[in-house]
């Protein structure tokens, strides 16, 4: 066993041993894939530079999910740990340092779900959850890339417990894609509260997107959107995102390397996002909001 391996486990059985926290972060993209891809190495890689430990998890059945786009090849996931295919060990890879990446599963979870007749099935999505747990409580970080499109692996409770965050850009179209993302997941899980990073995208931009998401969100679901800030637009973000390497590593000044380090930073410290004012729009003298 390598030495980098022995410190990353014993640093996970200080941080269960010391009942330090670790956040789960469940996050529903409403981007182009390479850019989802690319705010999540990024901000992998930025937590890991603060001293935190990653994990990043495909929880995909797309093609395009995290540990396809970003080397190195994922041969096992923690299905075939479940399957005891593999050790847990051959399952989990190190990406760069303090990041590692690991696969959920190569099959729909979902289709193991609607296997009564196979009670096996059922008694391994159990241990597969608690695999989930163990994994999570070994790192700082765990973030989770979701497809829910494909394969809803939020049907594991690990996952459904897990901090939603919702990926939008500033067009029409993932603006209407994140609201729906936003209302699936709210009919499945019930009510909680959301948060939301908007990519490529000035502050003043991200703001009036969150204010106005955050209005139909309340009005129409009873749900509470909070704002994890923005990404501003840089070409650094998207060319990088085409090689697997964290743009805050090959152009640290960049604008939006400057922004992933910010938002690490508050992450790390646990300072809430400062949460969306969500006031009902005046109503005009013939009694129709404004």
Not at 190 to 200: A, Q
């Amino acid at each position: 066993m390598s030495t980098n391996k022995v410190t990353d486990q014993a640093e996970g059985l200080r941080r269960i041993l010391d009942g330090q926290t670790s956040r789960t972060m469940a996050f529903l993209s409403a981007v182009p894939v390479d850019l989802k891809n690319a705010v999540l190495l990024n901000l992998a890689t930025s937590l890991a530079k603060a001293n935190s430990e990653v994990q990043l998890l495909d929880a995909c059945q797309s093609p395009q999910g995290i540990s396809v786009g970003t080397p190195p090849h994922l041969p096992q996931t923690l299905w075939d740990v479940v399957q005891e295919r593999c050790s847990t060990e051959a399952a989990i890879l190190e990406h760069s340092p303090g990041v590692h990446i690991v696969k959920l599963a190569e099959q729909s979870l979902a289709s193991l779900v609607q296997q009564p007749e196979q009670p096996e099935q059922s008694e391994n999505l159990d241990k597969l959850d608690q695999l989930l747990k163990a994994t999570f409580k070994a790192s700082s970080f765990s973030l989770v890339d979701t497809d829910i499109d494909h394969d809803n692996a939020l049907v594991l409770p690990q996952l459904a417990a897990a901090e939603m965050v919702v990926l939008v850009t500033v067009t029409t179209e993932s603006i209407k894609n994140a609201y729906a993302l936003v209302k699936t997941v709210h009919a499945q899980l019930g009510l909680r509260t959301f948060s939301m990073l908007v990519v490529g995208a000035t502050p003043a931009k991200a703001n009036l997107i969150q204010q106005n998401m955050g209005i139909a969100a309340n009005q129409y679901l009873g749900v509470k959107l909070v704002s994890l800030g923005c990404i501003p637009p840089d070409e650094q973000l998207s060319r990088s995102s085409h090689v697997g390497r964290a743009m805050v590593e090959a152009y640290p000044m960049s604008p939006a390397a400057v922004a992933f380090r910010a938002l690490a930073g508050r992450l790390i410290d646990n300072i809430a996002a400062p949460q969306l004012s969500v006031k009902p729009k005046p109503k005009t003298k013939t009694g129709v909001a404004a």
